[in-house]
């Protein structure tokens, strides 16, 4: 049997050094386990611009088409900030998610028992939290049309287009209901329904889609800046929550500060399934390239090999092995191993990069 595939974009910033861990946890599989990856490397971002003048080239998009699931790290950096805005080092990234058609962005913010004090929220508030925010992302403001800077008499005007179809919708609708049954079986979808005719129609067709074909799942609505100031005062009322590209941009930081660090978080970006059932897909760290601790070995690479634990378990139906390297992280969380962003305590000294991961890897041999 041809051995599943993986190609890393290590990308910008901290984006290599916390891949480098991610390998490691891949290779363990392999060697361990007898779960081998076929893994490939390439540039996205910054250094892909640098090579190639472009922050994503047209062969590493058609690699990313071709494999069973993509890893991202970072991008982005001072150093490419003055470059134009159609080669900045964000653009490569999305229009990997544009043309992979990654419409559905899991983005899970979970609170770790041995993390619950690093939340800005009381303890008792965040402790055992466990949502998932499913954002859509190929289309909504981010992509509608027109858009740009023209100019109109004697001034410029910035405009971007707010633009959802019904079956934009309805596909990340479903994702959302699919996830709320495998989880606590409650959907909340978000808009501005009402100031937005975009969100009129959103809510309508959520609506729908529950009624016709998930009837079993508790759905409810909610503004969006209502949305956000319930998941400031009490999130754990949430399971699921579905909303748009921008909204669900916004929300998912706040979501993911929730939990004590975005260092921390993971997240999937599925599209349609391939020939072989699986769906297309993009596994990335929630948090940027942290241009400022580069290279430093400070940066907290669990959430990125979290988001390997997500390709186990969507990409590759590897959900036993998923859990058994979401609990490495936590057992290693509470043995006290803290990277630099989670030093809240007095005394600790913070473990570097490398050594999380090597401390992730012993927990995963004392599993065996
Ligand atoms: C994210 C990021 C991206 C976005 C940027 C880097 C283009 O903020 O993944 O949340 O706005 O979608
Ligand atoms: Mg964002």
């Not at 900045?88 to 544009?98: A, F, H, V």
């Not at 043995?335 to 570097?352: H, N, Y």
Request: with cysteine; aromatic share 6%.
């Amino acid at each position: 049997m041809t051995k599943p595939s993986i190609l890393i974009l290590p990308g910008d910033g901290i984006g290599p050094e916390v891949m480098k861990e991610v390998r490691k946890v891949i290779d363990w599989y392999g060697t361990n386990l007898g779960l081998a990856f076929d893994v490939s490397e390439d540039l996205v971002g910054g250094v892909a611009y640098d090579a190639h003048g472009t922050p994503l080239h047209d062969s590493t998009l058609t690699k990313a088409q071709e494999v069973d699931a993509v890893l991202l790290g970072a991008v982005g950096g001072p150093d490419y900030d003055n470059l134009d805005f159609n080669v900045k080092p964000e653009r490569g990234l999305l229009r990997l998610r544009k043309e992979m058609d990654l419409f559905a962005n899991l983005r899970p913010a979970q609170c770790f028992n041995a993390l619950a004090e690093f939340s800005s929220l009381k303890t008792e508030v965040v402790s055992g939290l466990d949502i998932m925010i499913v954002r859509e992302l190929t289309s909504g403001i981010y992509f509608g049309e027109p858009r740009g800077i023209i100019e109109e008499g004697n001034e410029r005007i910035g405009i971007n287009t707010q633009r959802y179809t019904e079956s934009e919708i309805d596909r990340v609708a479903r994702s959302a209901f699919e996830l709320a049954r495998r989880r606590g079986n409650k959907v909340c979808s978000m808009e501005k329904a009402n100031v937005m005719e975009s969100g009129v129609l959103w809510r309508e067709v959520v609506q729908k889609v529950h009624d016709e074909d998930y009837r079993d799942v508790e759905l409810s609505h909610m503004y969006a800046d209502a949305g956000a100031m319930q998941l400031c005062r009490w999130p754990k009322q949430f399971d699921v929550i579905v909303t748009d590209n921008l909204f669900g941009d916004l929300l998912s930081d706040a979501a993911a500060m929730l939990t004590g660090s975005l260092g921390m978080l993971p997240s999937a970006s599925l599209g349609t399934p391939m020939a072989n059932g699986r769906p297309k897909a993009l596994y990335e760290p929630v948090h940027g390239s942290a241009p400022d601790i580069a290279g430093e070995g400070k940066a907290n690479p669990i959430a990125c090999i979290l988001s390997f634990a997500m390709a186990l378990r969507y990409s590759f139906d590897e959900g036993k092995e998923a859990d058994r390297l979401e609990a490495a992280v936590e057992s290693v969380l509470a043995d006290g191993f803290r990277t630099a962003d989670l030093l809240g305590e007095k005394g600790v000294d913070p473990v570097t990069t490398q050594q999380m991961g090597d401390a992730i890897l012993a927990a995963l041999n004392s599993t065996l």
